[in-house]
Nanobody
Framework: QVQLVESGGGLVQAGGSLRLSCVGF????????MGWYRQAPGKQRELVAS???????NYADSVKGRFTISRDNGKNTVYLQMNSLKPEDTAVYYC?????????????WGQGTQVTVSS
């Protein structure tokens, strides 16, 4: 059974930084493209960054130049370095596949990690 565990969130002032980690257990993590998602209250979950197994990356326009996604396949871990944080980055952050397998199959969603940016 696949399990994803996110950590590293917290409360930070605008302009600050956080580094999120996502560890995958019991999966074939290393060969899949992975993504970081976020969901703010009252909003839909959105993909903010993704990384292929080979290390190619993509970012949402809202975080480009401020966030950096990386991975360590040997540790089954994906990271999200977040710099120059803004209040609008406040959300619960999750990791998962960058897109569902066969259009609908995700890994089970973890509990996420809360990021709160104060102005």
């Amino acid at each position: 059974q696949v399990q994803l565990v996110e950590s590293g969130g917290g409360l930070v002032q605008a302009g600050g930084s956080l580094r999120l980690s996502c560890v995958g257990f019991g999966n074939i993590f290393a060969i899949n493209a992975m993504g970081w998602y976020r969901q703010a209250p009252g909003k839909q979950r959105e993909l903010v960054a993704s990384i292929t197994s080979g290390g190619s990356t993509n970012y949402a326009d809202s975080v480009k130049g401020r966030f950096t996604i990386s991975r360590d396949n040997g540790k089954n871990t994906v990271y999200l370095q977040m710099n120059s944080l803004k209040p609008e980055d406040t959300a619960v952050y999750y990791c998962n596949l960058d897109q569902p397998i066969m259009g609908s199959m995700w890994y089970p969603w973890g509990q996420g990690t809360q990021v709160t940016v104060s102005s």
